[in-house]
T-cell receptor, first 109, second 114 residues
Framework: ELKVEQNPLFLSMQEGKNYTIYCNYS?????LYWYRQDPGKSLESLFV?????AVKQEGRLMASLDTKARLSTLHITAAVHDLSATYFC?????????FGKGTRLHILP | DTEVTQTPKHLVMGMTNKKSLKCEQH?????MYWYKQKAKKPPELMFV???????INESVPSRFSPECPNSSLLNLHLHALQPEDSALYLC?????????????FGDGTRLSIL
């Protein structure tokens, strides 16, 4: 059974700091996705990672995938308040897409 | 502005009612998705249409019935829903192959079952 675990589930951090959100999954997959959701809003697709070693960057966010370790990271550089949101990772395998529980990120001014 | 339009934004219905949720996109995307999201939980995939054919059905109860009349439209027909079906229903679309292209999400329909 495919399981996806994120940690931490809640993160409060100061503006200007760096931090990393981790996403572990239980079975082999080469495809991992990151999404952002603002409170009371819909989802936004951030990154699609399709192979081992894939790295993608958008602004202050960088995502990477290590399929051998079954691990993806979402790194936040010099956080700003606008990045406060819930971040989900998701893995797909055999026509199933399973989401992690989400990381609620709160960035303090 | 979202490029995926969902209507209605809010829906309150009784357990014996029949209603439909609608989703429309004009980006030429050939994959369309329905997700259900309960409060403070991750989304759960319900259905996927690829090139207007149902390609994934995640064992969703038959009281939810999807329909894809054409490449731009996706409907979710609701009948005899239960209170636990109250949730945010999200539609998304993407180019080509299912999942591996970035999905564009609508604003969602907030459904309450009385």
């Amino acid at each position: 059974e495919l399981k996806v675990e994120q940690n931490p589930l809640f993160l409060s951090m100061q503006e200007g700091k760096n931090y990393t959100i981790y996403c572990n999954y239980s079975t082999t997959s080469d495809r991992l996705y990151w999404y952002r959701q603002d409170p009371g809003k819909s989802l936004e697709s951030l990154f699609v990672l399709l192979s081992n070693g894939a790295v993608k960057q958008e602004g202050r966010l960088m995502a990477s995938l290590d399929t051998k370790a079954r691990l993806s990271t979402l790194h936040i550089t010099a956080a700003v308040h606008d990045l406060s949101a819930t971040y989900f990772c998701a893995v797909d395998r055999d026509d199933k897409i399973i989401f992690g529980k989400g990381t609620r990120l709160h960035i303090l001014p | 502005d979202t490029e995926v339009t969902q209507t209605p934004k809010h829906l309150v219905m009784g357990m014996t009612n029949k209603k439909s949720l609608k989703c429309e996109q004009h980006m030429g995307h050939r994959a369309m998705y329905w997700y259900k999201q309960k409060a403070k939980k991750p989304p759960e995939l319900m259905f996927v249409y690829s090139y207007e054919k149902l390609s994934i059905n995640e064992s969703v109860p038959s009281r939810f019935s999807p329909e894809c009349p054409n490449s731009s439209l996706l409907n979710l027909h609701l009948h005899a829903l239960q209170p636990e079906d109250s949730a945010l229903y999200l539609c998304a679309s993407s180019q080509g192959t299912v999942f591996i292209q970035p999905q564009h999400f609508g604003d969602g329909t907030r459904l309450s079952i009385l």
